[in-house]
């Protein structure tokens, strides 16, 4: 599932499976699938009135050629990407370090915070016992209430 359909997933399952917080994924969007779909819909006109034998040879010469051009553009994608990971570290972790200590915060406390909010949304809408026994206790006062 690429990141922008992870969004129209519920919350509480984003905190734990969207890209953005799955440690190591890093800058992948996992849009591969939609760039390939994008790509072929050029193959739709050629093949509009072709007959089924000619259909599969111009998706099979298709994506043959996108396999030679990826492997083509391989090692262009990983330095580029290399290169963005690097520019990300020095710049932003130093953005990190001032915002921590402008805050008087640690990165345990950002940590901490996420899988607080990871449980919180777990659990929001769901009544602990205690509420359940506290409400009870509350229209019971209030039945006394009305006989009285």
Known sequence: MNAFH???HNWACQKENHPNVIRGLGLEDLETLERVFSASNAVAAVTRCATAYRRHVFIDMFFRQWDEEKYQNLATMLWNNYRQALDIVEHESVALADALRSLKITEADLERWEAEEVVYFKTLGQESEW?????????LLQELRLTQ
């Open 131 to 139: 509420d359940v026994h506290a409400i009870a206790y509350v229209e």
């Open 6 to 8: 992870g969004y129209t």
